[in-house]
């Protein structure tokens, strides 16, 4: 389990929002609350202008409750997007394309052909 720490910063999951803040999951054991106080620091109209559900964002830690397993978070100091989205890599076609598949293939099943005559053979003995 993870000791989380006043004034650290960490990166968790939007879990749900509700109109008066946006909880967060931290692995199996910590959820936390980001109160919508703590999203701006100027007016917040609708907390999905800023965060949404699957999010993965970064927060800062204001309080800790250890016994409850619980966080009270912020994220109106901090640039909590950054690296909050999967990166997303280009498909690269290598230059044999489909020919490797297509010269093992008859091999393949071969060999799985010979394994399945194999096992039929000695069931029937």
């Known amino acids: 389990m993870t000791k989380y720490k006043k004034g650290k910063i960490v990166k968790g999951t939007v879990t749900c929002i509700e109109p008066y803040g946006a909880f967060m999951s931290f692995g199996e054991y910590y959820t936390g609350l980001i109160h919508i106080s703590e999203i701006s620091k100027g007016f917040v109209k609708d907390i999905h202008d800023f965060v949404n559900v699957g999010d993965h964002i970064y927060v800062e830690i204001l309080e800790v409750d250890d016994d409850e397993s619980q966080l009270k978070l912020s994220i109106k100091n901090i640039n909590y997007k950054i690296n909050g989205a999967p990166k997303r890599r280009k498909i690269v076609e290598t230059p044999h394309g489909f020919t490797t598949l297509s010269k ?21 003995k």
Do not use: R, S, V
């Open 104 to 124: 093992k293939l008859p091999f393949w099943i071969e060999t799985q052909l010979k394994k399945q005559k194999n096992k039929a053979n000695t069931i029937d």
